[in-house]
């Protein structure tokens, strides 16, 4: 029996996970509220909420999954990418849990973990597989070969898509996390009541930052005609916004299918809990015959049964880490 302790840290979520022979037996989160005021992820405070939740999320996770920590064969964390200050509670607590019960550390990229946690329940994707991974910092189509093999084929040049929905939130004055909030008034708006373009870009790479300039001129100049153009249209610009969005991404996804010859299709990342991009990805699977993967709402967003998962299958090949490890703002896959 194999069981993993993992451990999350890499933003605003501390986490914890208790994974035992492949099977997540718990996924404790610790949201940090703080950030809301403030309109984003403020990196000190949250390396400060980070060291208060930690202990208390492991414990949790512990009890959950009814063992003992003495149970427990090894630790797997968040190595990055990711905020420095945040991966540094995590690492250190990994570090020091590995080190007092003399059991192996295994460090995780962050986003090779969005793509495994495919692998915690069933169906699960056959390799090759393509996985469209979009969340606040990264955008990114990725030609997973196996569980650690995995090769880029596009990604955005400038904005994430998770940071195209928050800051276009920003301009419609709706509150931190603007993402969700989007998504929400979309579901009663009409998504062809404003034409917002599509960047042209090359390949399989992204744009945003284009998108959101030109969505600012949109508000801007309706609001110059009607002060309340906000109050009075915010499903229908969400709906445009949204829809733009989710054909940017699907539209290059489309592409990497039919230059791969690749089937298995999967989304990850905390943008896959969008409702648009998941009802258009089962529409455009079921168009072009794809076997389409989506996570559960609970493993889209930045978890530790990710990591717990992504450590197993690291644990199983013996890859494990010294004490001299250190986090990774920037992690290339």
């Not at 400038?158 to 276009?168: C, L, R």
């Not at 959101?212 to 906000?230: G, S």
């Not at 690749?262 to 089962?282: M, P, Q, T």
Request: hydrophobic share 45%; with cysteine.
């Amino acid at each position: 029996m194999a069981v993993i302790l993992g451990i999350e840290s890499s933003c605003d979520e501390t986490s914890a996970s208790i994974c035992i022979d492949g099977e997540i037996f718990s996924n404790v989160i610790a949201t940090q509220a703080i950030h809301a005021k403030y309109g984003g992820v403020v990196p000190e405070l949250a390396s400060r909420a980070h060291q208060q939740n930690i202990i208390p999320t492991v414990e949790e996770a512990i009890r959950t999954a009814k063992i003992h920590k003495n149970q427990i064969d090894a630790v797997a964390f968040t190595r990055g990418p990711g905020l420095l200050g945040a991966l540094l509670v995590g690492t250190s607590f990994a570090k020091s849990f590995a080190l007092a019960r003399n059991i192996p550390l295994i460090d995780v990229n962050h986003m090779q973990a969005h793509i495994l946690a495919h692998f915690i329940e069933d169906p699960k994707p056959t390799f090759p597989f393509l996985c469209l991974t979009v969340s606040g910092g990264h955008t990114q189509i990725v030609l997973v070969k196996d569980y650690f093999e995995m090769e880029i084929l596009g990604q955005t040049l400038d904005d994430a898509a998770g940071e195209a929905f928050d800051k276009t939130a920003k301009i419609l004055n709706l509150p931190y996390p603007g993402g969700p909030l989007i998504d929400k008034h979309a579901q009663n708006g009409n998504p062809d009541a404003y034409k917002l373009p599509e960047p042209q870009i090359q390949g399989l790479d992204f744009s945003f930052s284009g998108l959101k300039t030109a969505i600012l001129y949109m508000v801007q100049k309706e609001e110059k005609a009607d002060p309340d153009f906000l109050k009075n249209h915010m499903d229908d610009v969400c709906a445009s916004v949204q829809s733009r969005i989710v054909s940017i991404l699907l539209n290059k996804l489309k592409k990497a299918a039919k230059e791969t010859g690749v089937k298995d299709i999967a989304i990850a990342g905390g943008v896959s809990a969008n409702s648009g991009l998941r009802r258009e990805l089962l529409a455009m699977g079921e168009r072009y015959k794809w076997n389409v993967f989506i996570p559960k709402f609970e493993y889209c967003t930045d978890n530790a049964a990710m990591i717990a998962i992504a450590g197993y299958q690291k644990y199983l090949i013996n890859d494990f880490v010294g004490q001299d490890v250190g986090p990774l703002a920037r992690m290339h896959m």
